[in-house]
């Protein structure tokens, strides 16, 4: 039983007979007529009742046109997959450095998971944590992101957007400090102190591994 012959026969099943079904599939009538005796001479049985105005499967040609259509519907989805790898397209991404290495690292796992055929490409920016995501979705055709992982700011250019994850900042000061014995810290408390700010020298320190001495840097809001 060959691919082909399971082709002739829905498509004369289909076509209610066998001119009308070479007219479809660009078959001579002949040899769609040969293809479906050579396999109903290959199963020992036969398929098509042509007693009537209409040819119409018998009960084992019913039974072969289920299956055939599983077959060939198979068939097309390998083919489909095998044509995606051979003209794959990597998934490219781009990223700010500021983020959480832990969180970005499990939803690639994640993506590999669902995708495991899709090669994915990591693009960063080395300028201001502040301007990167406008930076990587400016870059120059034939460069383009499928897609930027960035930290939200409210400044994000008019692009659609969801949050993925969410990431908690922590407040270091020395023991003396007047922060020191409070719970928590808001963003208009530091309005007027100095402080080394994560967007502010984040990008040194995962070079560096390193805290600087100290900042002038006044704060930053993200």
Known sequence: MELYQIRHFIAVVEAGGFTKAAERIAVSQPAISASIAKLEA????RLLDRQHTV????????RLLEAGKEIL?????VKAE??????????????IRSLFSGRVSRLVSAFRLAKPHVPIEAVDSESNPLCQCAQLLGLAP???????????????????????FKMPYMLAVREDHRFAKLQAVT?????????????????????????PRHSDTGGLQD
Do not use: H, Y
Request: glycine share 6%; charged share 25%; hydrophobic share 40%.
């Open 55 to 62: 040819v119409v499967p018998t009960p084992e040609g019913m």
């Open 73 to 77: 519907q198979k068939c097309n989805t």
């Open 82 to 95: 095998f044509e995606a790898i051979a003209n794959r397209r990597p998934l490219r991404i781009g990223m």
């Open 42 to 45: 290959e199963l020992e049985t």
């Open 142 to 164: 034939g460069q383009e992101l499928d897609a930027v992982l960035t930290i939200f700011n409210g400044k994000e250019p008019k692009a659609a957007s969801r949050v993925l």
């Open 187 to 211: 963003l208009s408390d530091l309005a007027n102190e100095p402080f080394a700010g994560r967007l502010s020298w984040f990008a040194r320190c995962e070079q560096s591994a390193r805290l």
